[in-house]
């Protein structure tokens, strides 16, 4: 079954960084749009997405010129590479998989990685 598992979250100073796993089974990777979010107390919200074929890359303005995604088709693995860090980016981060199906396209998601950003 599909499951995608994400890691490396943690406690970071502001002006930190931090780069976030998430490493992917039981469906086509390669082929598959990839997202990361994040979800702060009353708030989730979108962080960044990589397209499967082309790899191409879209952010929410909040994380433009911090955050990077990247994708290891080889490794089922997408990163969210963090810096610059800020305490808004407090959060639980997931990332989840557009999946396509003959009934057209299904998200998956995983369980989460808290990171929180305090002196």
């Known amino acids: 079954q599909v499951q995608l598992v994400e890691s490396g979250g943690g406690l970071v100073q502001p002006g930190g960084s931090l780069r976030l796993s998430c490493v992917t089974s039981?469906?086509?990777?390669?082929?598959?749009?990839m997202n990361w979010y994040r979800q702060a107390p009353g708030k989730r919200e979108f962080v960044a997405s990589i397209t499967g074929t082309s790899s191409s890359t879209n952010y929410a303005d909040s994380v433009k010129g911090r955050f990077t995604i990247s994708r290891d088709n080889a490794k089922n693995t997408v990163y969210l590479h963090m810096n610059s860090l800020k305490s808004e980016d407090t959060a639980v981060y997931y990332c989840?998989?557009?999946?396509?199906?003959?009934?057209?396209?299904?998200?998956?998601w995983g369980q989460g990685t808290q990171v929180t950003v305090s002196s």
């Open positions: 039981g469906f086509t990777f390669s082929s598959s749009t």
């Open positions: 989840s998989a557009t999946i396509q199906s003959i009934l057209g396209p299904r998200i998956y």
